[in-house]
């Protein structure tokens, strides 16, 4: 093989982009080719009538370890979420903050009805345990699900249903909180670390930034790779590509279809967000919404323009509402129980609000099974000249993303 193999990378995700841009930092090029019309795979934002929409409702956790190393934050322009929720019980509304970031809720949040005082100081013992990287020590090991450490830890049944039920099946897609412990102590310490936020410019400013690092003429849209012939990539259109190294940065499924393997893919976690335009925010500042009542389809909501003012158009709001589970309605008779629901939060002045869009994203995150079979990561490595990275090697976070994308990286380098 030559000193400077031909590397192909199968996918324009945040994996492939941190996977070229490492390559490409080591003098060693590379070409992307992603089925798309744009870079960044999930994580891509759309302009609509002047609003920004992300492929779904997504955050960044600024605690995020490798993210802090690979990306430029100033640049982001980062807009943090204050640290803590808004939870809808009983008819009203009621903050949890944290109280060492937001010391003027202390107050409020130890008397309201969303678990006892006992349970707010648990909180602040998982926030320490995460930190420490004990959490999962204290609830019996890496492989137990989120919900029985929440349990070891003693949180009340009011808690675990009104405040980590809703928040934590938001992040993790799983209503049953059936993600390994393991997970969930890397998730809690990167909020415990740093903020949760939004670029100014939406969620694809991150994929754009890590582009930029590459040259232009590296990147081919368009161009859906439908199987491999040993280390020739064979477009949809025919035309093939040959190269010395492949690395498969696409998502589980993709990855397993292109790889040879017949067996059927695991199910993967969607995820449901219906956007509005609305003429006031129904709630000011930037907090994320969550239903502690367990009823209904609403999951979380947020006013995304209150987090990062670039979200919407001056003088106009944009509303974020995630789902909660795969509800049984579709289209209109979704969109209308939905409203529905906000109006008993926010009252009639939802009757004003246009729908913008719904996304329904699929494999919105990739299969638990595959995350808890691999608990210390799957290899990049393939078989020769072949590699692999996604947030399914990983952690199925965005971190997982660009931590796979630079081990495939680094075993590649360390082959060639």
């Known amino acids: 093989m030559s000193a400077n193999p031909r590397v192909i990378i199968v996918g324009a995700g945040l994996a492939g982009l941190a996977c070229a841009r490492h390559l490409s930092q080591a003098g060693l090029g590379c070409s992307l080719l992603d089925a798309s019309d744009a870079v960044g795979g999930r994580v891509r934002t759309d302009r609509v009538d002047g609003f920004q ?7 960044f956790l600024t605690g995020y370890p490798e993210a802090g190393r ?10 943090p979420f204050h640290p803590g929720a808004m939870v809808r019980y009983a008819g009203g509304f009621h903050r949890i903050s944290d109280p060492l970031r937001r010391p003027q809720d202390l107050l409020s949040t130890m008397m309201s009805p969303i ?17 420490r990287r004990q959490l999962c020590g204290q609830a019996g090991g890496g492989e137990r699900t989120t919900l029985e450490a929440l349990q070891v830890y003693g949180f009340s049944p009011a808690m675990q249903q009104r405040f980590f039920l809703p928040f934590l099946s ?30 100014q410019q939406g969620m694809g400013a991150i994929a754009s930034q890590l582009a930029a690092t590459l040259p232009t003429e590296s990147i081919r849209l368009n161009a859906a790779v439908s199987h491999l012939d040993g280390t020739t990539a064979v477009l949809a259109s025919g035309e093939r590509l040959a190269a010395d190294v492949l690395v498969l940065a696409t998502d589980d499924a993709t990855a397993a279809t292109l790889r040879g393997d017949s067996r059927p893919a695991a199910p993967g976690r969607d995820a449901i967000c ?3 335009d609305a003429p006031a925010p129904p709630v000011r500042g930037p907090w994320l919404i969550l239903n502690g009542d367990g ?3 609403v999951g979380t909501a947020c006013v995304l323009s209150e987090v990062a003012q670039g979200y919407a158009p001056l003088g106009l709001s944009l509303i974020s509402v995630s789902l909660s589970g795969q509800p049984s309605l579709a289209g209109g008779d979704l969109q209308q129980a939905v409203c529905r629901q906000l109006r008993e ?24 099974e595959i995350l808890t079979a691999q608990a210390s990561g799957a290899s990049p490595r393939v078989r020769p000249g072949l590699y692999q990275c996604g947030d399914y090697c990983e952690t199925g976070t965005l971190d997982g993303a660009l931590l796979s994308g630079r081990k495939a990286a680094e075993a590649l380098l360390a082959d060639h």
């Open 53 to 59: 929409l992300d492929r779904g409702f997504q955050v």
């Open 295 to 297: 009823q209904g389809p």
């Open 170 to 199: 938001g992040v993790f897609l799983d209503q049953a909180l059936s993600t390994p412990c393991r997970l969930f102590e890397l998730v809690w310490a990167a909020f415990s670390r740093g903020d949760i936020a939004l670029p």
């Open 70 to 79: 690979m990306l430029d934050y100033p640049a982001l322009q980062l807009q």
């Open 345 to 368: 939060w926010f009252g009639e002045e939802v009757h004003v609000w246009r729908h913008l869009r719904t996304d329904h994203i699929k494999r919105a995150l990739p299969p638990i």
């Open 274 to 276: 219906l956007y509005f």
């Open 115 to 131: 678990g006892s005082f006992g349970d707010k100081l648990k909180v602040l013992r998982l926030r320490r345990d995460a930190l």
